[in-house]
């Protein structure tokens, strides 16, 4: 039995963190990664992978620089694509802007349309096209974005994305028997 091991990336400067960055370019804050996520990173360091792979975006590819991994990347591991008017913001700018209504919080699909230019369907087709690619019975590990380990979580899983109540903080993994 294979190991898939789904990694999320290194803390982001704190103006950035909470905010929907989905494929803007930003690097990770070394001062901001905790004892506890230095020991995560090291448990992860230690283990034996056949293939790594990463998003290609900074925050990602940092990460495993922090613990030499060589890695291969694929722009297929970004985050969803958030509208542009929406990058880089938190939720409390977008609930202060004249475009938002409370009725787009009605369910997370509402949501995402109001909030992203990647539809579901494209999101998951993206993902699901890196994850057929994959070879099988290899130990694998996958550096990339909250939103994406959730789908990639809920694929691996056999489950609703829309449904997933997932959550993973910075440096935070999850190993998935496949």
């Known amino acids: ?42 448990k992860v360091k230690n283990q034996n992978y056949d293939l790594v792979f990463s998003s290609d975006l900074k925050r990602c590819t940092q990460t495993l620089d922090l613990i ?3 890695y291969k ?9 958030f509208k542009d008017i929406f990058e880089g913001k938190s939720f ?3 609930s202060k802007m004249d475009i938002y209504d409370k009725k787009h919080l009605t369910s997370f699909i509402t949501w995402h349309n109001f909030i992203s230019s ?3 369907k494209d999101y998951k087709n993206r993902v699901m096209s890196f994850l057929e ?11 990339s ?3 994406t380990i959730k789908l990639l979580h809920s694929i691996l899983k056999n489950e609703r ?12 993994f999850i190993d998935l028997n496949t």
Request: negative net charge; contains cysteine; glycine residues 4%.
């Open 1 to 42: 039995m294979a190991l898939i091991t789904l990694l999320r990336h290194a803390p982001l400067a704190s103006k950035y963190q909470r905010c929907y960055n989905g494929h803007i370019d930003l690097e990770i804050d070394n001062s901001l990664i905790n004892l506890e996520q230095q020991e995560t990173l090291k």
């Open 68 to 70: 030499h991994f060589s």
């Open 73 to 81: 990347t694929d722009n297929r591991l970004r985050e969803v694509k």
């Open 92 to 94: 409390d700018e977008i």
């Open 118 to 120: 990647e539809s579901i």
């Open 133 to 143: 690619e994959l070879p099988k019975n290899k130990n694998i590990l996958i550096c």
């Open 145 to 147: 974005h909250g939103g």
């Open 161 to 172: 994305y829309e449904e997933s109540l997932l959550k993973i903080e910075y440096c935070e």
